[in-house]
Each structure stands twice: as structure tokens, then as C-alpha cells.
């Protein structure tokens, strides 16, 4: 089955500083990804789509300058953290969308991130 | 904005036994698919189960069946002969329009050998 790719797994920064995770579809096209934000025994919520070529989109009351999202080919995306503080810490997971269609064959997630800001 | 509920933040049940974890969600539309996604402590997210809401036969899936009640909005799902290895999250999920996967808060199963 297809596969995506998250990395770092875990990650841990010091308050103030800016992480960078990536989310790569390695044997599909993704023309959208999204991105996911999960705390401790809490569901998944949805943080932005993003769209390869253009500006992702941002659910309410997540802050775009905070969580700078950026898909520049059809099999990479990816999400900085900026100035990073402890209340950013938590689960990110990514999710990729085959260009084909919207069905469970072709909506793949990463293995997530746990980021940990000290 | 369409809703997911989960009534059962925990369940649990004996291993070989059958258990049944409930989710109903709230929406206007007609033309939507519904999900049941397994999240074990690796945190994985993995596809249980999908239903289309233009199908009246309930999916099922080995082990693993949903009763799909359209008019009530319910989508239940089924474990039979449940396993140890089905201890896990397990997250209800519907996708409509907005092609945005709205997830539930979860049910944390529990099997006891």
C-alpha cells in the first residue's frame, strides 16, 4: 500500500527556537495534505490543508505565522514551528490525498510527530 | 458544521468476545463517506473501516462490521472475536463536501484476556 513519510518522529527544541517537519507521499502523487494536531488522549484536530502550489488553509484559531505550512511539490509538505513554546508541544500527524479521488484507498497518514519544547 | 460523537470514551471487553463501539454524527448533507480509524499506543493511524453514504449494505471487513442507520445518522462498529491486538483507539470519522476529515473524541478500548 502507499506509504507517507513523516519525519522527525520526535523532536525536542528549546522554547523560542523553530522546528521543521516533513510529511512526503513516496509512491503517489499528493495534490492535497493535511495536518493534524493531537494532545494527550484527545482526538485529531485539524490544524490546515494544505495545497500543492498554493497557500494552505487554516482552520479557525490556528495561527498561520506560528505554523508556517508549505507544499512545493506534489510529494512534499511541510510544517514549521516557529518560535516554538512550551504550550506548542504536543502530537502532529500528517495526512496525504491521492490525486485520484477522495476514498479510504487514497487518504494516507504519516506516523506522526511528537514535538516537546523545553 | 458537521458533527462526530462518540458516546464511549472507554469500552472494554473479553478477549474472543464481541463488542460494539457507537458514533453518531450530525450533517445536512447526503453524499458522504463515514470511517472507523484504529489508533494503537504507536500512534499509527490505521483505516478500520469506510462506509458510503449511498450504500444501504453495511461494510464490513473481517472481524470488523458497522451498522449504518442513514435516517438515525448512527454508524456503530462491531468487533467480533476481538482479539488483544484490537486494544487501541478507536476514532469515528465523516468526510462530506468540505473534504475535511472531521473526527470524533474517541473510544479507548480495552481487552482483558
Known amino acids: 500500500g502507499a506509504v507517507v513519510s513523516q519525519h522527525p518522529s520526535w523532536v525536542i527544541c528549546k522554547s523560542g527556537t523553530s522546528v521543521k517537519i516533513e510529511c512526503r507521499s513516496l509512491d503517489f502523487q499528493a495534490t492535497t495534505m493535511f495536518w493534524y494536531r493531537q494532545f494527550p488522549k484527545q482526538s485529531l484536530m485539524l490544524m490546515a490543508t494544505s495545497n500543492e502550489g498554493s497557500k494552505a488553509t487554516y482552520e479557525q484559531g490556528v495561527e498561520k505565522d506560528k505554523f508556517l505550512i508549505n507544499h512545493a511539490s506534489l510529494t512534499l509538505s511541510t510544517l514549521t514551528v516557529t518560535s516554538a513554546h512550551p504550550e506548542d508541544s504536543s502530537f502532529y500527524i500528517c495526512s496525504a490525498r491521492d490525486v485520484k479521488g477522495w476514498t479510504n484507498e487514497k487518504l494516507f497518514f504519516g506516523s506522526g510527530t511528537q514535538l516537546s519544547v523545553l | ?113
Do not use: H
Not at chain 2, 13 to 36: N, P, R
Not at chain 2, 49 to 54: C, S, V
Not at chain 2, 61 to 77: D, G, I, M, T
Not at chain 2, 91 to 96: L, T
Open chain 2, 1 to 113: 458544521a458537521q458533527t462526530v460523537t462518540q458516546s464511549q470514551p472507554e469500552m472494554s471487553v473479553q478477549e474472543a468476545e464481541t463488542v460494539t463501539l457507537s458514533c453518531t454524527y450530525d450533517t445536512s448533507e447526503s453524499d458522504y463517506y463515514l470511517f472507523w480509524y484504529k489508533q494503537p499506543p504507536s500512534r499509527q493511524m490505521i483505516l478500520v473501516i469506510r462506509q458510503e453514504a449511498y450504500k444501504q449494505q453495511n461494510a464490513t471487513e473481517n472481524r470488523f462490521s458497522v451498522n449504518f442507520q442513514k435516517a438515525a445518522k448512527s454508524f456503530s462498529l462491531k468487533i467480533s472475536d476481538s482479539q488483544l491486538g484490537d486494544a487501541a483507539m478507536y476514532f469515528c470519522a465523516y468526510v462530506g463536501g468540505s473534504e475535511k476529515l472531521v473526527f470524533g473524541k474517541g473510544t479507548k478500548l480495552t481487552v482483558n484476556p
